[in-house]
């Protein structure tokens, strides 16, 4: 009789609990390498911000092909997105910082507070949220939409109206990623994960501190 039978719950929570304690130090690792790159690049044109913009998802993209074959590889392309994306964000963090200092603040505690409770949420629903996911795809690409709309089309309070709808969208992509962080016994996925919750994360930001900017202004 195989032994090791009654314990496989227990082995598939510790490679759970693994699978958390790696994956959130990876979001903390590219969270600290975006606050380095956004203070290399305060004050870079706005040409160079686009390129690292390009560079950011170039790397994004490069992860999915390496994260089987070499997991160093997987590893040094997330320290190199979120580089490249705190050098991208830099002009946006300069411009709120010279303008309204106190927004970013307010931005930054509401954005952990959010995600803290949509991601608790996710993590311990029972209810599978594979659905939610692919709803809230479809509605980012609805609100990219209608935020190139905004771009041509004057309407009132539209920059407060695509603020809250993409906050609406990412409270879904964040209970997801949660979820599958907690369902995953995968440790080659953390990298990925981390990317994931890492862009969850600054979009939240971002979409919070238009809100607290003031919508339109």
Avoid: K
Avoid at 10 to 20: C, I, K, M, Y
Avoid at 116 to 141: E, K
Avoid at 145 to 165: E, Q, R, T, W
């Amino acid at each position: 009789m195989d032994n090791t039978y009654p314990y496989q719950p227990a082995r598939v929570a510790t490679e759970g609990n693994t699978l958390f304690a790696r994956t959130m130090g990876y979001v903390s690792a590219t969270t600290g390498l975006f606050a380095l790159g956004a203070y290399l690049g305060r004050n870079l044109p706005g040409g160079v911000a686009f390129l690292a913009y390009l560079a950011a998802f170039a790397a994004l993209i490069a992860m999915q092909f390496t994260v089987r074959r070499s997991p160093q590889a997987t590893v040094a392309l997330l320290a190199a997105f979120g580089l490249l994306m705190g050098v991208a964000v830099a002009p946006t963090l300069v411009y709120y910082a010279s303008t309204d200092p106190q927004a970013l603040w307010q931005a930054g505690a509401a954005t952990a507070l959010f995600v803290a409770g949509f991601g608790a949420a996710g993590f311990a629903t029972r209810r599978d949220l594979t659905a939610l996911a692919r709803i809230c795809f479809w509605a980012l690409v609805a609100l990219i939409v209608f935020g190139i709309v905004l771009i041509f089309v004057n309407i009132p309070n539209g920059a407060l109206i695509y603020s809250v709808l993409g906050l609406v969208i990412f409270a879904g992509f964040i209970m997801f990623d949660f979820q599958r962080l907690r369902r995953s016994s995968d440790i080659a996925s953390a990298p990925l994960l981390a990317a994931s919750i890492f862009l969850d994360i600054l979009n939240v930001f971002l979409f919070f501190l238009r809100i607290f900017r003031g919508g339109n202004r």
